[in-house]
């Protein structure tokens, strides 16, 4: 350790296979002040598998203790130590721990570098047979059904192709939830245990995707799926009133999700406030009439 301020270094491992680890991470691994690891045992089994000892100091670091342990080795670079981030698999802070000590660090002026490394996210791009000019990440989706379907229903516009990642078990649940909300005729393509032994891609509709999964599917998951299309018709009323309820409900103001909706169709404001209008007093109409029959 040196007197002078130290470096961040995040560090891809395997997202599967241990012998697509980057030819730089044993030698990090080797050299490192301090090594904060997602997992302590796996980073024990890695280094078994490369052959390696770690020389400096390994400290656990992931969600639970994320925010507690970030001033701690923060104060280490402070201090001059090179510091090794590594996660379970594949890069830190893509939806693993990282981004507050990278932050923290950025702040202090502390150097932070990276050992490129696999990626979920961009293998199952690759694989997945849709468009990849253009893509989003969305992480895990909610835990719970309603809040999942809120979720869909704020990207069932979104125009670049997606990646989702699932716990198996949860898999036929998110699966029927997108049928549902971007249509089963959507295009995916489920990644399952990516490098490893039994790699398996199932791509398909939605819907048939769907059905696939109620029978049980193990492993770890990414699915990925197909923006949403123009299909160069015109949108009826009934649809940019959907979709104007889809950003109110997102929190939008009306006024605000009038302006984008219109803006994503290319149509006027006043014809899409027209048909919210219209709808409104339309079902204001029905309840009336509702009435009167009771």
């Known amino acids: 350790m040196t007197g002078t301020t130290g470096t961040l270094v995040l560090a891809g491992t395997p997202i599967g296979d241990v012998a697509d680890a980057p030819p730089r991470l044993a030698a990090e691994l080797e050299t490192a002040d301090v090594v904060a690891a997602e997992d302590t045992r796996r980073l024990r089994r890695l280094t078994q598998a490369l052959g390696i000892h770690t020389t400096g100091r390994v400290v656990s670091y992931f969600e639970g203790n994320e925010s507690a342990r970030t001033p701690e080795l923060v104060e ?60 989003c990440f969305e992480g895990f989706l909610p835990r719970k059904a309603g809040e999942r379907l809120g979720k869909l229903r704020e990207v069932a516009d979104e125009r670049r192709t997606m990646v989702f990642f699932e ?10 939830a997108m049928a549902e909300v971007f249509g089963a005729d959507r295009r995916a393509a489920v990644c399952r245990e990516l490098t490893k032994t039994y790699e398996e891609v ?21 699915v990925v799926v197909e923006g949403a299309t123009d299909s160069g018709e015109a949108l009826d009323a009934a649809e940019l009133v959907r979709r104007v309820q889809v950003r109110e409900e997102a929190g939008e103001r009306r006024k605000e999700a009038i302006a984008a909706v219109a803006a994503d169709a290319g149509l006027p404001k006043r014809e899409v406030f027209d048909a919210v209008v219209a709808a409104k007093n339309a079902a204001r109409t029905g309840q009336e009439q509702g009435k009167g029959l009771t």
């Open 76 to 135: 280490a670079l402070a201090g001059g130590a090179r510091v090794l981030l590594v996660t379970d698999a594949g890069m830190p802070s893509v939806s693993d721990p990282g981004y507050r000590l990278v932050a923290a660090a950025v702040e202090q002026d502390i150097k932070v570098t990276a050992v490129p490394g696999p990626s979920a996210v961009l293998t199952a791009l690759a694989l997945s047979a849709l468009p990849v000019d253009r893509f």
């Open 167 to 176: 716990a198996p078990h949860r898999l036929d649940d998110t699966l029927a």
């Open 202 to 222: 199932k791509r398909g509709p939605l819907g048939e995707l769907a059905v696939w999964a109620a029978e049980g599917v193990r492993g770890e998951i990414t």
